[in-house]
């Protein structure tokens, strides 16, 4: 209860207020605080007992503002915002130190440093050391307070859950696809195929689009899946590689994916962690998972 004046003030009815304001709708406000509709209805009326004053015009189901209720939902969100913010950053501010993060090359250049500015803003005491994890998933596991790695292996003593499996799928600059009103799978034959691996990924995903017996005109071979998108990036050819990784090249343009047709991937990402999971680790984790979720993949 707040104390203004001569008025006591439930901030419970204040929070209602502000989000009776927002929607200007009491049953969409009540969804929005997982309460029942008639517990707004209460919230709102004994506000405005209090105030002596009406803040919503009401008719039929719509509602409005009142001048006063304008000017009150202005006051109160300002308010509750600057609160919300503060009470965040007090949760936030404590992590301080080094977090140590180990993944895998390319998923670090190309999927997680764009993204990791938005983390760092969030937790600015904190500082970041970044360790390389070598695909395949080695037999020793990097110091690091949280590891991303590709396949499957487990550790002892070690905590390791799945983050996030996906599809391959053939990207290409899109110069290369100029002044062609259709291109298919079969048009491969004609082309240069870009391989990260021995061939396996590329071989599993015509032998899906039932062009096993494929044999393209050239082949890059390369050790690196940073290398062969780049090459791919610069118009020399099709890379293969999974949804994830090429997705921010994808989103700026920088590569198309020619195909709707993908392979599941052989394997997914996995988090590996202490089974006490250090606080900023575990706020890391969290962080990871969410922008996994907003790309639309999940485990």
């Known amino acids: 209860m707040l104390r203004i004046g001569e008025k006591n003030i439930s901030l419970r009815a ?13 049953s969409r406000a009540a969804e929005s605080l997982s309460v029942t509709q ?26 409005k503002l009142t001048a006063e209720g304008d000017r009150l ?35 670090t250049t190309l999927w997680l440093l764009p993204r990791l500015p938005e983390f760092r803003e969030r937790f600015p005491q904190l500082r ?25 292996r487990n550790w002892p003593e070690m905590r390791v859950t799945p983050l996030v499996d996906t599809n391959y799928m053939p990207v290409c600059a899109p110069q290369l696809l100029k002044g062609r009103s259709r291109f298919l799978p079969g048009d491969l034959e004609a082309e240069t195929l870009i391989h990260d691996d021995n061939g396996d990924a590329w071989a599993r995903w015509l ?3 039932a062009l096993g017996g494929l ?11 940073h290398d062969a998108l ?48 250090k606080p900023a680790a575990q706020e890391f984790e969290s962080w990871l998972r969410r922008c996994v979720a907003q790309q639309g993949y999940g485990n």
């Not at 044999?215 to 899946?225: G, H, L, T």
């Not at 780049?230 to 195909?259: C, H, K, V, Y």
């Open 14 to 26: 204040l929070q209602t207020f502000e989000a009776v304001g927002e929607h200007l709708s009491m």
């Open 38 to 63: 008639s517990a707004v209805s209460h919230q709102v009326r004994n506000l405005e007992k209090e105030l002596g004053v009406a803040l919503f015009l009401r008719a039929g189901r719509t509602l």
């Open 73 to 107: 939902f202005r006051s109160v969100s300002r308010t509750l915002t600057d609160l919300r913010h503060d009470i965040d950053s007090f949760a936030e501010e404590h992590f301080d130190g080094v977090l140590t993060i180990a993944a895998p090359p390319t998923f």
């Open 128 to 152: 970041y050391r970044l360790k390389t994890m070598p695909v395949p998933t080695p037999a020793a596991l990097p110091d690091a307070d949280i590891t991303i790695q590709f396949g499957a």
């Open 207 to 209: 032998g899906a689009v």
């Open 215 to 225: 044999v393209p005109a050239e082949e890059i071979f390369c050790d690196k899946s």
């Open 230 to 277: 780049e090459m791919a990036r610069m118009g020399m050819g099709f890379a293969i590689n999974d949804q994830i990784i090429t997705s921010n090249w994808i989103e700026a343009g920088l590569l198309i994916q020619p195909f709707s047709q993908s392979v599941e991937s052989y394997d997914k990402f996995f988090i590996v962690t202490d089974q006490d999971v």
